[in-house]
């Protein structure tokens, strides 16, 4: 292998650039060059191919969003799309690839591959953390501790003037950024898509916090909610019950932006420098991940969407604890 490119996909993660800085300077350190391919599968397409070296990384580790740009491609999902974009790959002489997204962009990788040959290997990178085969996913701690600091300002706010929140969080429709962030910030209810959300049972618990003296409360509801957000959510319970004055917040785009924390740097970093040595022993159509401290490779069939369940223990403890 002379030659391989990277590129990030789907939406950006903070850690991204740090696992773009890792894949390029093991690849350097193999004697393998690397090109960047800007804005993911649009920019396979169009050829839009950058040269990599050291310099090209270097203070990127600490930034968030994508220095190799991000997009989402409908005509990736077309055989004459990957066509092209296997055209341009090969125009470039590349010999592998070294994808950074979510499901969408390993489920287009492992197609890719299979039509055109081309080996990709993933590094698991979106908030969302709904990947299977994996203890962490690049950019999920950022966005828990970015909302984990929201949270907590909306804390305050909620208990001066003794307010009901209802905060939406991201996670399209896995509830992993919801249940974890809502036993970090304690809240009062997560509502997340895996499980059923019963109004009336929200409202028992909310009557429960207020017969034990609560002035303020906290529901953190997952965007992908079958109660249909934290808008309808609160007027669903305002309907019936209007001890509180009711606030939504929705947190939106700022959890995907910012500086990756501890963990998305280390991880980017071993999970870059490890899709490059698969590439160079052979693997293909594999996502490295990390389980238990150790570098393992899942295959894109198994990792994508609706095999990572959700942890019930935890849900039992955000429960419990609330
Ligand atoms: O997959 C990451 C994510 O931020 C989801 O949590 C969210 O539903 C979606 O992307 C938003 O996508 P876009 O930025 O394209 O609106």
Redesign the pocket.
Known sequence: MNRIAVFTS??DAPGMNACVRAVVRTALLHNVEVYGIVRAYSGMISGDFIPLDFNSVSNIIQRGGTILKSA?CEEFRTSEGRAKAAAQLKKFNIDGVVAIG?DGTFTGAQIFTKEHGIPFIGCPG???NDLFGTDNIIGYDSALNTVIEAVDKIRDTADAHDRLFFVEV???DAGFIALRSGIAVGADAVLIPETETFVDSLIERLKIGKAHHKTSSIIIVA?GDDGGGAYEVARKVKEQYNYYETKVTVLG?I??GGSPSASDRVLASILGKAAVEALLKGKKNEMADVINRKVVFTSFTKAIKHHQQINKDLLNLAESLA
């Open positions: 789907g939406g989402r979510g979106t908030i969302d991201m996670g399209r965007e785009h959890q995907r």
